[in-house]
């Protein structure tokens, strides 16, 4: 095994768990609303059966 494997293992063992601490991030007002935006099928670009066509509406 790798060495960096190594020294995680050894860590895990030594701490009885993850060497660092796990967290959840908190999003922003405007992140939550993009993601709902998503969700519900707001604002999203044009979506393409035909890569030809993809590249020509990319070179516009």
Partial sequence: ????????ARAMVRKKGMPFELTINEYNKETIKAMEDVEKGIGLSKAYTDLNEMFRDLEK
Avoid: E
Avoid at 1 to 8: G, I, P, Q, R
């Fill in 1 to 8: 095994m790798s060495t960096a494997f190594n020294v995680f």
